[in-house]
């Protein structure tokens, strides 16, 4: 595979596509011409109270401010639910689609407005007001789409944490934005399997104090104890609850929510997202980047617990008059032609999932694809990592049998949306390729010393100006928000991933520079699991990297140091994986641990990590210089007992 592998956009999509070649360079031109004009132009394509006059208003310098449409007033949930209306009331919002193949539901808008309203007036009768926090622990059932929608209705700032994750990661999550409200379900369904959320969220909740009510969704009907006073089912205060609800008027620079992620240091941050321009980001990304007609059904397989599932199955979909498919379960339960059985079942033109799905697919052949007819299939999607040119080409010509585009779209929880992807009817593809800038957006790259470099190179990816669905702080710590990415490369936005740029001027990423992990397409710190192994009364240190994976693009190595007196025994690796998965959650799984009498450290003690990248990838033959070291012999030591 070569960079000049080119796959031309069809003749027949560029024709029927609002968003062609000729329109594409426009937009990007007026974009970079008049940002106020544009983006006050795009701004329309959502519902505001009151019409913003002032555009943009954003520097990446000194404290780092972002405001966009900042004297516009709007409600989130107006522009997904109330616009939508009078059009196409009857029109269904949202498909699910259960773990269980034989259970399914449709919700019309008209549905979702009322179950939406009733939610939020639940939540202000239990006192939740404009500002404050509310933690959602849901699987993906239509209540977590209502229950987001509901906060954004009455202005509460939801904060939704992955079901997949531990007691312990749910509590520090409402610990730091302190909570009063958490939702929760009975328990969660995957893959024929139960995930027993209350009872973690009990657990959770022993060190949770600002969380005074709890609703909990009935969804599998398993027995949970319900604590008098504090617990509340959903259905018993929805049905009590009416069926409108006047909508919060919220500045555009007021909050909609917060969503933890991790970085390479310290515990996850509180990415803040506020309300006009990343409502104007996911339905501006939402249309382009699908190419989105009106009628057509949409599929992202993301879960709500990350960015993808908030932009790209309820806020950017639903803004945009879609039908988004919310999909309960696991690519390969029943078996793995779930994804196109669902597909056919469903008559799924748009389909959005992530490269370690396409890889683990891959490897069952091609005849659980062919299987199914997948004529409905229009546009196809990857998010999450770097998709490999191999898996790349086998999504296009057996999933789309090479009639369907394949959008590989690179952004992060911080952009709020996508920044670089093709345009299905306007970019012509490369497989590997997140190919080029979305109109409005300026990607760069810089050498170390945040040198802009030009022409066909490599780097590190930065932004260089503000677009509307930036992240705008880190939620009480703005601080660590300017340090985090405006720092390494003062008045540049630093991304954290390196990216090669072709002679085309297509963006090829490759991935995180610094010691954040992409596991399967979850984000995780290595600083999060090297915490958690440390928190074991056996061990001393602990230095975590991130190793090729076949399927999970990233596997997790740990370097783990005993105290003195410890065996290291298999009963112990056991242990300590049963450790990390119980601290953080089984997505934080390690996949090898290798016993460390001791780490490779400079003479000032720094653990040097690239050091253990290269023994955990078995690159041992180009360790470069370790002239530095304090101690080279511990490398030979770590060399020959690898964890292989
Ligand atoms: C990686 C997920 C290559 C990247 C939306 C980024 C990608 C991190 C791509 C953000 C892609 C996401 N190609 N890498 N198309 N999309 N990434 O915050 O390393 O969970 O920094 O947001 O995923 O992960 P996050």
Redesign the pocket.
Known sequence: MTDNTVIPVKPDLAAGSRFDAARRAEMAERAARDPDGFWREEAGRIAWMTTPTRIKNASFEGDVSIKWFEDGVLNASVSCLDKHLAERGDQVAIIWEGDDPNSDSKVTYRELHQRVCRMANALRSLGVKKGDRVTLYLPMIVEAAVAMLACARIGAVHSIVFGGFSPDSLASRIQDCDSTVLITADQGRRGGRTVPLKTNADEALKSCPSVKNVIVVRNTGGDVPMQEGRDHWWHTLSEAAATDCAPEPMNAEDPLFILY?SGSTGKPKG?LHTTGGYMVWASFTHELVFDYRPGEIYWCTADVG???GHSYIVYGPLANGATTLMFEGVPNYPDVGRFWQVVDKHKVNIFYTA?TAIRALMREGDAPVRKWSRQSLRVLG??????NPEAWLWYYRVVGDERCPIV????????GG?L??PLPGAVDLKPGS?TLPLPGVQPALVDGDGKLLEGATEGNLVILDSWPGQMRTVYKDHERFIQTYFSTFPGKYF???GARRDADGYYW????VDD?L?VS???MGTAEIESALVAHPKVAEAAVVGMPHELKGQGIYCYVTLKSGEEPSDALKKELVAWVRREIGPIASPDAIQWAPSLPKTRSGKIMRRILRKIAANETDSLGDTSTLADPTVVEDLISNRAG
């Open positions: 992620t990415v990350w960015v993808t490269p990857s998010v999450g990592e770097p998709i590989d779209t690179w952004w992060q929880t911080e952009t996508i670089i992807s997140a991304s954290g991933d990423i490759t991935g995180r954040v992409n397409g979850h984000r």
